[in-house]
């Protein structure tokens, strides 16, 4: 009946961009990835040739496209960078990340910064934060207090305890900016995760930060051990990319 051929464009490696995280913390890690985009408007994932970071003092990358930071005394520019070849064409991208300077305050129990009511006794929970830790068996009668002078910002709020088959499996948690409570709905299994840090949460303080655990019941014990305060970076919006085909028919 009939017969049509009609022209086409050909996939042809047009460019490259790199996939990743904008800012990573100091001591840790993200992965990278590599998006090849071609003349037909397609595009997919593929294998990076080479992957370098301008500042080995402060990052490496491995041949996978895992960045590893070290410690940076204040947030650091960085530059990623990718070479890609196929079909005789070799394009190069890079990417502009930042290593985060990560502010913490730690205080184990005992510390300035702590505070309690009640009658807190010195515990046999192994795994504590540095000195041994505290435990009350007073049902609403006590509360230990955390303060975390000299941090404000945009904080995780971790908690460390000692793990025992006696200790009580809903601990109420208040979390306070200055005077003013921000949350008391966190309740904590003490009897898990123990002699580690565990993320409470994360919370804005613009006053000074402070973690209030309170005793449970005269049948388990309450353990307070140690907080950390950690800043972290908030996600926000950076940037805004069209997807679509580069040449239409």
Excluded: H, M
């Excluded at 397609?42 to 003092?57: H, K």
């Excluded at 930042?98 to 009640?118: K, M, Q, Y």
């Excluded at 049902?139 to 404000?152: L, R």
Aim: with cysteine; charged share 15%.
């Amino acid at each position: 009946d009939a017969l049509k051929v009609a022209s086409f464009t050909p996939a042809v490696l047009d460019y490259i961009q790199i996939e990743g995280p904008l800012s990573v913390n100091e001591n840790s890690s993200a992965n990278y990835n590599l998006r090849a985009y071609y003349t037909n408007g397609s595009s997919q994932l593929v294998t990076a040739d080479t992957w370098d970071v301008d500042c080995p003092t402060y990052a490496s990358i491995s041949s996978a496209g895992l960045l590893s930071t070290f410690d940076v005394s204040a947030d650091e520019p960085c530059q990623v960078s990718a070479s890609y070849s196929e079909g005789g064409i070799t394009r190069n991208a890079v990417l502009d990340i930042t290593i985060l300077n990560v502010t913490e305050v730690i205080i184990d129990n005992g510390d300035t910064g702590t505070s309690s009511t009640g009658t807190w006794f010195l515990s046999a929970g192994e795994n504590y934060y540095g000195s041994q830790s505290v435990v009350n068996k007073e049902p609403g009668g006590g509360a230990y207090t955390f303060t975390a002078n000299g941090i404000i910002g945009d904080l995780n709020v971790y908690l460390w305890w000692t793990q025992t088959a006696g200790r009580c499996t809903d601990v109420p948690i208040e979390i306070y900016d200055g005077t003013t409570l921000l949350d008391d709905s966190v309740r904590i299994d003490q009897q898990a995760n123990g002699g580690q840090w565990n993320l409470i949460g994360s919370y804005t303080f613009s006053g000074t930060p402070k973690v209030v655990i309170i005793s449970q019941g005269d049948t388990c014990g309450t353990n307070a051990d140690a907080l950390k305060v950690a800043s972290f970076t908030p996600a926000v919006l950076d940037y805004i990319q069209i997807e679509g085909p580069l040449s239409v028919n």
